[in-house]
């Protein structure tokens, strides 16, 4: 098992994560994606990662399972955004918030975590600033399935 500090949601039953510095806005895509439809918060901050029968598995950190960071406002809970959990995601997905990223980049490499390829979104600040973010993680679980 690995714990990463990251965020996790479910949307639908794809698990996905989102990895970057801190105050790259993991919380803030995390709150965006539970938010929507088929969205439920499986993890923020910290992220136990285990490998089940050959897939990689998200869940919360007992100590903090159904509660968000959000900058300014401290901790809050799923119930008080009015947003569905999930104890676990089966991971489909792994989204790296970075600080830059070339106006046309190359398709980037899958992830590995604990040995297992994850395919990868790159986001950039300009994309989530304009709000294209869950349009674009979910264009992405749409090639997955394809």
Same mark, same amino acid.
């Given at each position: 098992?690995?714990?990463?500090?990251?965020?996790?949601?479910?949307?639908?039953?794809?698990?996905?994560?989102?990895?970057?510095?801190?105050?790259?806005?993991?919380?803030?895509?995390?709150?965006?994606?539970?938010?929507?439809?088929?969205?439920?918060?499986?993890?923020? !901050?910290?992220?136990?990662?285990?490998?089940?029968?050959? /897939? =990689? +598995?998200?869940? &919360?950190?007992?100590?903090? @399972? *159904?509660?968000?960071?959000?900058?300014?406002?401290?901790?809050?809970?799923?119930?008080?955004?009015?947003?569905?959990?999930?104890?676990?995601?089966?991971?489909?997905?792994?989204?790296?918030?970075?600080?830059?990223?070339?106006?046309?980049?190359?398709?980037?490499? !899958?992830?590995?975590?604990?040995?297992?390829?994850?395919? /990868? =979104? +790159?986001?950039? &600040?300009?994309?989530?600033? @304009? *709000?294209?973010?869950?349009?674009?993680?979910?264009?992405?679980?749409?090639?997955?399935?394809?």
């Amino acid at each position: 098992m690995e714990s990463l500090h990251a965020a996790c949601v479910a949307l639908g039953e794809a698990g996905v994560l989102i990895l970057g510095p801190s105050g790259a806005g993991k919380s803030t895509l995390a709150l965006q994606l539970a938010d929507s439809a088929g969205g439920a918060l499986v993890a923020d !901050d910290r992220v136990r990662i285990a490998v089940r029968e050959g /897939r =990689l +598995v998200a869940r &919360p950190h007992p100590g903090e @399972a *159904g509660r968000v960071e959000i900058r300014g406002q401290g901790l809050l809970t799923a119930d008080d955004l009015g947003l569905a959990t999930r104890p676990e995601a089966v991971l489909a997905l792994a989204i790296d918030l970075v600080a830059a990223a070339p106006r046309m980049p190359d398709p980037p490499e !899958d992830a590995l975590i604990l040995g297992i390829s994850l395919p /990868r =979104l +790159v986001l950039e &600040p300009g994309a989530r600033r @304009a *709000g294209l973010a869950p349009l674009l993680v979910r264009a992405a679980l749409r090639r997955r399935e394809a």
